[in-house]
T-cell receptor, first 115, second 110 residues
Framework: EAGVAQSPRYKIIEKRQSVAFWCNPISGHATLYWYQQILGQGPKLLIQFQNNGVVDDSQLPKDRFSAERLKGVDSTLKIQPAKLEDSAVYLC?????????????FGSGTRLTVV | SQQGEEDPQALSIQEGENATMNCSYKTSINNLQWYRQNSGRGLVHLILIRSNEREKHSGRLRVTLDTSKKSSSLLITASRAADTASYFCATTELGTALIFGKGTTLSVSS
């Protein structure tokens, strides 16, 4: 079974620029998550999708972050404009069953550096 | 927001020794999970314990859960250099996403 694919692996941008990350979940997984992990901290949930609908985006800074999951498969997370404090690893995960919390699979993440 | 608090923040041991990490959480849970993260890599699921379970084993891993104290512990027996990584506990309530703690960094020297 193929894992969760994320691209790019690394990205360096200047503050106030925009950036986009892509995630392809495991085939058949209805639920997709984006997490932000700042160095030295645990991952923090940004947004949870169920198919192509948003379940929880309460911690997404909506003035600069946006995410979409077209057709309930791939997802894109965008930051515009980026700030220095957005430097982090952005992890995508998918699971087949949001109800039980089982079966999460994480991608390798995109490491973003904002200079 | 972060649900769990791992203790200690960092742990250094010798190969062959046991490593114990603790996790405390704040709200009621459906299950608690432990993940490992090697430097610069993604998260790997280690073990899941349900709220009605008290102890679970998987290979060299032993997890306990005390819902009355809202705490869990992860024991890694006979540690190896390859166990060097960060370990996170994560909790979930029914229908909600995993919420992670801040992690314990384990260093195993040979």
């Amino acid at each position: 079974e193929a894992g969760v694919a994320q691209s790019p692996r690394y990205k360096i941008i200047e503050k106030r620029q925009s950036v986009a990350f892509w995630c392809n979940p495991i085939s058949g997984h209805a639920t997709l998550y984006w997490y932000q992990q700042i160095l030295g901290q645990g991952p923090k949930l940004l947004i949870q999708f169920q198919n192509n609908g948003v379940v929880d985006d309460s911690q997404l800074p909506k003035d600069r972050f946006s995410a979409e999951r077209l057709k309930g498969v791939d997802s894109t997370l965008k930051i515009q404009p980026a700030k220095l404090e957005d430097s982090a690893v952005y992890l995508c995960a998918s699971s087949p069953d949001p109800g039980t919390g089982n079966g999460y699979t994480f991608g390798s993440g995109t490491r973003l550096t904002v200079v | 927001s972060q649900q769990g608090e791992e203790d200690p923040q960092a742990l250094s041991i010798q190969e062959g020794e046991n490593a114990t990490m603790n996790c405390s959480y704040k709200t009621s849970i459906n299950n608690l999970q432990w993940y490992r993260q090697n430097s610069g890599r993604g998260l790997v699921h280690l073990i899941l314990i349900r709220s009605n379970e008290r102890e679970k084993h998987s290979g060299r891993l032993r997890v306990t859960l005390d819902t009355s104290k809202k705490s869990s512990s992860l024991l890694i027996t006979a540690s190896r250099a390859a166990d060097t990584a960060s370990y996170f506990c994560a909790t979930t309530e029914l229908g909600t996403a995993l919420i992670f703690g801040k992690g314990t960094t384990l260093s195993v020297s040979s």
